[in-house]
């Protein structure tokens, strides 16, 4: 009996890589945006602890240097998070778009699986009336040689 062989085997195999390397890229895409997250969070972690030691400070005699430090501290802690808020908007974009790679990808290589299991049942549908036709004419020429003797 012949064997089912998908045509399109290698172009499946193709998508399915594609699609892999996509979820690769979003992988990665994701860690990043998660490592400015966290960035960003330990930026409002030191800023409130900058806060924190500051209302220490002034229960106490208030040195001018420090407060003076302290303020252009979180001047820069500021900054800082307005520019990580910015490069968080970038990579969550760039996280999107590689998302929507993905389910480009993931549709092109369902498209082909589909058309596998399509040709895969017309096949057995093919093989299965081929051996209903042998059979039927087995059964067929049993009968006609029995009707014989």
Known sequence: MKKFKYRLEPILKIKSHAEKQRQ????????????????????????????AFQRTRLQGTIQTQQLLAASRYLVRLKRDTLTGSELLRGLERESE???QMLVQAAKERKIYEKLRERQQTKFNQEVEQHDRKALDEMAVVTFVHRRRR
Request: avoid cysteine; glycine fraction near 4%.
């Open 24 to 51: 690769k890229e979003h992988a990665a895409a994701l860690q990043q945006v998660y490592r400015q997250k966290e960035q960003l969070s330990a930026i409002d972690g030191e800023r409130e602890r900058t806060f």
């Open 97 to 99: 778009r590689k998302r």
